[in-house]
């Protein structure tokens, strides 16, 4: 019989699922599952305890969940499924309640109520969809959830499970708080650490801000009386200077889930002019804010010429007013791509 700890029932979720498959696969002996998994056993037995300098149980690092991904097949959703090894599929936690336990684990929510918040929904919208409800957990539903919270999760996980649940980006959307400073780069943009990861706090340009950000571009300091900050959470340090800007018109507006509306956040990262003449790596990065004359439009960019040295830009809205344009290369200021939405809270 497996040897279970006495403090098994008090370990938080993704420590408890750890835990589990210790029992599973090593009858409990945590040195023995250490050696198999690859990673040293005090790394892995510290998680089972908790820290006498805080009282609180660590946090599953990122080299162990790395490690049992590998050795086991497993996706980042196992960690936040709320099911038992020994459960059948039918008794799995819903993906969209997989997905909350996820946000609560990153510190983006920590209540169902937040949730409620975010989405700008009622309470009870929101306790039937996750109780499975079925005249709640519609696909509109499922879809104005990913977009609160910035399309991080893949659409057919929410819809049916299907794995992976995360789509491929480093960065994704986090509260404006939480977490001790850990460090700062060289262009401002804070980093505190929450659990293994971290919270990028970076100066936000209002659009009522865009002619002092015209005007000061090439003087500007690290504080602005009439900039905010905006945070989005992140796995490691990264470099660079990164901006987010609020979205102004309807330029980039389709009705889709592409769209860019009035009032949403961008993260985005500058691109040093002197990459400029390698060519814009525009398929993976479509939608860019572009610095020019006395505008700051985000566009996306559909084509560069090289020979001739310009770059054309598209807007999404089909409306005739918003035609391409093409500008020269030597015209624009500035550059940045777009990393991450953070869509505005809709409240009814």
Same mark, same amino acid.
């Given at each position: $019989? ?35 998994? /690859? ?33 086991? /097949?497993?996706?980042?959703? +196992? ?39 975010? $989405? ?67 262009? /401002? ?37 009439? +900039? %905010? ?10 470099? /660079? ?10 330029? $980039? ?22 990459? +400029?003449?390698? %060519? ?7 939608? +860019? ?39 020269? $290369? ?19």
């Amino acid at each position: $019989m497996a040897k279970i700890i006495s403090n098994y029932d008090e370990l938080p979720l993704l420590n408890r699922k750890v835990y589990d498959l210790v029992i599973h696969h090593a009858g409990g002996n945590v040195k023995q599952f250490a050696e198999s998994i /690859g990673v040293k056993q005090q790394v892995l037995d510290r998680i089972f305890k908790v820290d006498a300098r805080n009282g609180k149980y660590p946090s599953v690092s990122g080299n162990i969940r790395e490690a049992l991904c590998s050795k086991f /097949g497993l996706d980042e959703a +196992w960690f936040y499924n709320t099911a038992s090894l020994d459960k059948h599929d039918g008794d799995k936690a819903l993906p969209i309640f997989i997905a909350y336990e996820y946000l609560r684990s990153k510190g983006i929510v920590h209540t169902q109520k937040d949730v409620c918040t975010t $989405m700008g929904v009622s309470k009870e919208n929101i306790s039937r969809a996750f109780n499975g409800n079925e005249k709640y957990l519609t696909p509109s539903f499922l879809q104005r959830f990913n977009s609160s919270f910035g399309f991080i999760f893949n659409e057919e996980f929410l819809m049916n499970g299907t794995e992976p649940m995360l789509k491929d980006a480093n960065v994704v959307p986090a509260p404006n708080h939480d977490g001790e400073l850990y460090t700062e780069n060289t262009h /401002g943009a804070k980093f505190y650490a929450v659990g293994d990861d971290f919270r990028m706090e970076v100066r936000l340009v209002p659009f009522c801000a865009y002619g002092r950000f015209i005007n000061e571009l090439n003087t500007l300091g690290q504080d602005n009386d009439d +900039w %905010g900050v905006e945070s989005f959470m992140t796995d490691k340090i990264v470099h /660079g200077n990164y901006l987010a800007f609020e979205i102004k018109g309807d330029s $980039m507006d389709d009705g889709t889930r592409n769209s860019f509306e009035e009032g949403d956040i961008v993260l985005t990262r500058e691109l040093d002019r002197v990459h +400029w003449k390698d %060519g814009l790596r525009f398929n993976d990065h479509p939608y +860019w804010v572009v610095v020019f004359d006395n505008s700051v439009l985000i566009k996306q960019i559909i084509s560069q010429d090289l020979a001739n040295g310009t770059i054309t830009f598209h807007s999404i809205n089909p409306s005739p007013e918003y035609s391409d344009f093409t500008l020269n $290369m030597d015209d624009i200021r500035t550059l940045y791509y777009v990393l991450q939405k953070k869509p505005k809270v809709i409240k009814f």
